[in-house]
């Protein structure tokens, strides 16, 4: 991970072949390259990500209305980027006409565990909480600029979407702030933003393994 130093990158390395393995090499990411990925899994994807990045928004606005002034410039990038995002999939389902009648425990899981890092903990762990996401579809990404985007794959608008999302600065303001903190909060806080790390990069890790599970 080229693009993060100090302890943004201390929380991230534990984590990182966790992320290889069952992120940016799981069925889901390869079959939507491929573009032969189930419609019905892409479509089951996108409501519970637009379920889930409701409660992302939440937390970033608890987390924002708890940080110094000299910080919230950056979280109001972070906050643009999550609206935006969720504008876009919004769009995309209503497009499709699909249902938002869908419920999984692991993403509803996942956003109450962003929520409370955000609201009961200090601003650090809350963004600690969050990193990971910023993190995984940043790399995807990435990802799918590197392999090329045929317009003949029926998934090109989203992965070109976070292809071309810039969500990198996203990705260094977090880890820019991350750092920041870890210069001046105690050992105790540093393990919470370690837990509340390793704990989204699971529930990411798992996400994406339970996509590939219904897909067989």
């Known amino acids: 991970m080229k693009s993060i130093a100090g302890f943004s990158l201390l929380l991230y390395r534990p984590v990182e072949q966790l992320y290889q393995t069952h992120i940016m090499h799981s069925t889901f990411v390869r079959e939507v390259k491929s573009g032969m990925l189930p419609q019905h899994v892409f479509n089951l994807f996108l409501v519970l990500d637009y379920q889930y990045l409701t409660k992302f928004s939440e937390a970033v606005r608890e987390i924002y209305s708890k940080s110094e002034a000299a910080h919230q410039a950056h979280l109001s990038e972070i906050q643009a980027q999550t609206k935006a995002e969720h504008a876009r999939l919004k769009q995309w389902l209503q497009r499709q006409s699909i249902s938002l009648d869908e419920y999984d425990k692991v993403w509803a899981d996942y956003g109450d565990h962003l929520y409370d890092a ?4 200090v601003a650090a762990v809350g963004l600690a909480a969050i990193f990971p996401c910023f993190l995984f579809f940043n790399e995807m990404g990435a990802d799918f600029k590197r392999a090329g985007i045929c317009n003949k794959n029926p998934y090109h608008d989203w992965m ?14 977090i880890a820019s702030l991350i750092n920041l903190y870890a210069e001046v909060v105690d050992e105790k806080t540093k393990d919470k933003m370690k837990s509340v790390f390793w704990i989204s990069a699971q529930y990411e890790a798992t996400i994406f393994s339970n996509l590939s599970l219904v897909m067989q």
């Open 118 to 121: 955000a609201q009961k903990e």
């Open 160 to 173: 070109r979407f976070y292809a071309e999302a810039s969500l990198e600065s996203g990705v260094q303001s």
